[in-house]
């Protein structure tokens, strides 16, 4: 049977716009929040045989909360954002636009002086790659939405630049089937009921 492995987006730790490269900052209150009204739906998922998490103070804590007492991957780090570190894109783009401009166009550049995209989502993948297939195993794995998408880019083979178009909300959760370099994307969700007029 295929390993089937469930990426749960940390909850967040400031508004979308201020939103940090290798943000390290804890979940505010609003991600609290969020993790509380969601546990009820993400509970079933302590039951995967494996749970980890990325090494973000936001991801450790919601996977903490949600009673998943995950284990930290380090191959699970948000892109290495070099001397960007700590900044919104906003505040990149205005200190070095046309640096921002290689990086948004060209997934190989390395123009912050960290980890090229290319390198990144190779990276998320080989995580991937090497999880453990056992009997239909399950994990769960609380990531920042940028690993996730970079996982998602990896596991469908599509263009590094797709990984611009992936959008990836805070307590999401997304679904990868397979094993080692043949990844299915699986789509859960509650089905329609019909109407009963």
């Keep these: 049977m295929p390993l089937r492995v ?17 943000d390290d900052r804890p979940l505010d209150q609003a991600g609290w929040d969020e993790v509380q009204r969601m546990a009820w739906d993400l509970l079933p998922l302590r039951a995967a045989d494996l749970r980890y998490c990325s090494p973000t103070p936001r991801s450790r804590a919601t996977g903490d909360a949600l009673g998943y007492a995950p284990l930290v991957q380090l191959a699970l780090r948000d892109c290495d954002m070099g001397r960007w570190r700590g900044l919104t894109l906003g505040e990149a783009m205005a200190r070095e636009p046309d640096a921002v401009d290689a990086w948004l166009a060209d997934p190989r550049s390395v123009p912050h002086g960290g980890e090229s995209l290319l390198a990144f989502i190779s990276r998320v993948g080989g995580w991937l790659d090497t999880r453990p297939v056992g009997d239909g195993g399950r994990i769960v794995a609380v990531a920042e939405p940028s690993v996730i998408r970079a996982a998602l880019v990896y596991a469908l083979k599509a263009p590094p630049a797709t990984y611009w178009n992936i959008d990836v909300r805070p307590l999401s959760t997304t679904t990868v089937t397979g094993r080692s370099g043949r990844w299915n994307l699986r789509l859960d969700g509650v089905s329609a009921q019909p109407s009963r007029t």
Excluded: G, Q
């Design 6 to 22: 469930t990426f749960v987006a940390a909850a967040r730790s400031s508004p979308l716009l201020a939103e940090r490269f290798e």
